[in-house]
């Protein structure tokens, strides 16, 4: 198995989300703050996407 690197906007997406779910546990974000864990699975998920998928 091969693994890739991100490409610069998957990472930029990924950090977005995780930024948002990070300051939203601090900070009330109004649809963020109820979905927080779902923001930071889909940055892990896009990432970890990312990397097993070429072109990505």
């Known amino acids: ?3 890739n690197a991100p490409s610069k906007f ?3 997406i990924a950090l ?3 930024v948002l ?3 939203s546990y601090f900070v009330a974000i ?3 703050s109820l979905n927080l ?3 930071m699975g889909a940055g892990w998920l896009l990432l970890i996407l ?3 998928l070429k072109g990505l």
């Open 1 to 3: 198995m091969r693994l």
């Open 10 to 12: 998957s990472w930029l």
């Open 16 to 18: 977005i989300l995780g």
């Open 21 to 23: 779910s990070l300051v």
């Open 30 to 32: 109004p649809f963020v």
């Open 37 to 39: 864990y779902w923001f």
């Open 50 to 52: 990312a990397t097993f």
